[in-house]
């Protein structure tokens, strides 16, 4: 059983915006924070933003104000990401996580949803 | 915002062999540090937490230690299945989900 199972890949062209998916899978969705991480091809990790499954609060990383909305769904568990505006170097693998015991790091992960952003 | 460095961006090592792996924040984060081991395609995986803290299901061949700047993970016989990315990540301060360093690439 995965515990997140995200939506698949999408391409886009530049100036369009992308909506991605999360679904939680065996454990209590509102009890725990959701992250979202990208990784760049080749690249390391990068912290995007968080939203808290209870109430939809969020907050984002300053690189990503103004183009990043995040929101839940409670009757489905799923968590959505949107990024508008997308460039080129948006192009990468977007990952949904959390933590079991609420911290800071992450112990569960969704698979990954691949973003290409190509003209 | 903290920087995290790592060191050595790469490492070769043998089956069997001890690999010590380093990584270096900033500014002092007390112990909120957890290392990730990352596979070609494939998620994250948690190895550590608070600095020294073996996750669920992590082999005791991995072992985290440092506080303040500086933190080691040390695999201490490496087995194939280790041969992966390896990202230290601060969590002590903003923003939520911490930092991330560039990642130490463990391979043969």
């Known amino acids: 059983q995965v515990p997140m199972v995200q939506s698949g890949a999408e391409v886009k062209k530049p100036g369009a915006s992308v909506k991605l998916s999360c679904k939680s899978s065996?454990?209590?969705?509102?009890?725990?924070?959701v992250h979202w991480v990208r990784q760049a091809p080749g690249q390391g990790l990068q912290w995007m933003g968080i939203?808290?499954?209870?109430?939809?609060?969020?907050t984002y990383a300053p690189k990503f104000q103004g183009r990043l909305t995040m929101t839940r769904d409670t009757s489905t568990s799923t968590i959505y990401m949107e990024v508008s505006s997308l460039r080129s170097d948006d192009t990468a693998m977007y990952f949904c996580?959390?933590?079991?015991?609420?911290?800071?790091?992450?112990?569960?992960w969704g698979q990954g949803t691949l973003v290409t952003v190509s003209s | 915002e903290i920087v995290m460095t790592q060191s050595p961006a790469s490492l070769s090592v043998s089956l069997g062999e001890r690999a010590t792996l380093s990584c270096r924040a900033s500014?002092?984060?007390?112990?909120?540090v957890a290392w990730y081991q990352q596979k070609p395609g494939q998620a994250p995986r948690l190895l550590i937490y608070?600095?020294?803290t073996r996750a669920t299901g992590v082999p005791a061949r991995f072992s985290g230690s440092g506080s303040g700047t500086d933190f080691t993970l040390i695999i201490s016989s490496l087995q194939s299945e280790d041969f992966a990315v390896y990202y230290c990540?601060?969590?002590?301060?903003?923003?939520?989900?911490?930092?991330f360093g560039p990642g130490t690439k463990v391979e043969v």
């Open positions: 996580t959390c933590s079991l015991a609420n911290e800071y790091y992450f112990d569960l």
């Open positions: 500014q002092s984060v007390p112990s909120n």
């Open positions: 065996g454990w209590t969705f509102t009890r725990h924070y």
């Open positions: 990540q601060q969590y002590n301060n903003w923003p939520p989900g911490g930092t």
């Open positions: 939203v808290d499954p209870r109430d939809g609060s969020t």
């Open positions: 608070s600095a020294s």
